[in-house]
């Protein structure tokens, strides 16, 4: 059992479509053309690097359960309750930071700044992170 990637235009017309030999959990479109970053639902320890074009999949083992995904210019940010690993565009880890309350969501902004919200029960937070000094092997 696998699943089943639709293509389809702007406009709903049907450009085609692929079966994927693994089952899919949570999938975001990429910065790079026809690159898709997903998690699969089986070992969610496990993110794919998903190339359409030409097709390859890249699995790639991380040391934590992704709750969200985001993609951004220099790579990817994974984010669990309370980790975020941060990966570089061909998935090799750069870096990984710790949060001391329970992430709701995360967004990035400029070229090196990350947006996090937490919640510890009673009252939520909204943290920025500098990458820049966060001691990550990025070149910004």
Known sequence: ??????????????????????????AILTPTPYRILAVDR?????????????????????????????????????ASQTQIVLLDQDGRQVGQIEVASAMTAIASFSHYGLLVATWDGQQ?????????????????
Not at 52 to 75: D, H, M, N, S
Request: with cysteine; aromatic share 6%.
């Open 42 to 78: 089986v070992n969610p320890q496990t993110v794919l690097l998903i190339d359409l074009k030409p097709y390859r999949i890249l699995r790639l083992g991380v040391e934590i359960v992704p709750k969200f995904l985001l993609a951004t210019a220099w790579g990817y940010i994974l």
């Open 1 to 26: 059992m696998g699943t089943l990637v639709r293509v389809v235009t702007r406009r709903g017309n049907l450009v085609g479509s692929l079966s994927l030999p693994i089952q899919i959990g949570q």
């Open 124 to 140: 939520g937070c909204l943290h920025t992170v500098d990458l820049r000094e966060a001691g990550v092997d990025l070149l910004f």
